[in-house]
T-cell receptor, first 115, second 116 residues
Framework: GENVEQHPSTLSVQEGDSAVIKCTYS??????FPWYKQELGKRPQLIID?????GEKKDQRIAVTLNKTAKHFSLHITETQPEDSAVYFC??????????????FGTGTQLKVEL | GAVVSQHPSRVICKSGTSVKIECRSL??????MFWYRQFPKKSLMLMAT?????????EQGVEKDKFLINHASLTLSTLTVTSAHPEDSSFYIC????????????FGSGTRLTVV
């Protein structure tokens, strides 16, 4: 089955700096890679996703890059703000498998943006 | 957008009792429901996958007789934690899939279960 590794587990940055979180996956069949932000006690919120037919996607301060050959993808947050502080999870899946859209999550990154 | 309502949000129960958690899709048909468990400061671990009208598929290591999943309709799936013990205390969250949205995942709001 799929295995997703995520680094770092914690990340502290100064407000305004950039933050980068990296994930690797094992199953070459995976072709959809969403990123979620989760605040304490809340549901995960999709912040950006990328499909395997593109190498990069950007949405305002957030971008995701994908290297299918190396099987890794990264989340980039620029101009970080205190409200970006949360736990971020990467995930991977092949939506077209018989098991349906089963997501495999990374281990999470606690991002803290300090004033 | 798609909404999944999950209840209760918090529940405290005594050891040995059972607790039922419900997830309802409000504006779409949830053909597939994924149930996750999340320990504090940990990732979401998939417990089981259920498809409407069929038996759930449990992940390795998850006791199907302890975590009963029912997906009897396209809008409702339930997870029952039977004979709960303190080690079952966790955050349980559902995620609904819809055949019409291959890339769509809609999470419920989660249930914080505390077994005392």
């Amino acid at each position: 089955g799929e295995n997703v590794e995520q680094h770092p587990s914690t990340l502290s940055v100064q407000e305004g700096d950039s933050a980068v979180i990296k994930c690797t996956y094992s199953d070459s069949a995976s072709n959809y890679f969403p990123w979620y932000k989760q605040e304490l006690g809340k549901r995960p919120q999709l912040i950006i996703d990328i499909r395997s037919n593109v190498g990069e996607k950007k949405d305002q301060r957030i971008a995701v890059t994908l290297n299918k050959t190396a099987k890794h993808f990264s989340l980039h947050i620029t101009e970080t703000q205190p409200e970006d502080s949360a736990v971020y999870f990467c995930a991977a899946t092949d939506p077209f498998t018989g098991g349906g859209n089963k997501l495999t999550f990374g281990t999470g990154t606690q991002l803290k943006v300090e004033l | 957008g798609a909404v999944v309502s999950q209840h209760p949000s918090r529940v405290i129960c005594k050891s040995g009792t059972s607790v039922k958690i419900e997830c309802r899709s409000l504006d779409f048909q949830a053909t597939t429901m994924f149930w996750y468990r999340q320990f504090p400061k940990k990732s979401l671990m998939l417990m089981a996958t259920s498809n409407e009208g069929s038996k759930a598929t449990y992940e390795q290591g998850v006791e199907k007789d302890k975590f009963l999943i029912n997906h009897a309709s396209l809008t409702l799936s339930t997870l029952t934690v039977t004979s709960a013990h303190p080690e079952d205390s966790s955050f349980y969250i559902c995620s609904a899939g819809d055949r019409g949205r291959v890339y769509g995942y809609t999470f419920g709001s989660g249930t914080r279960l505390t077994v005392v």
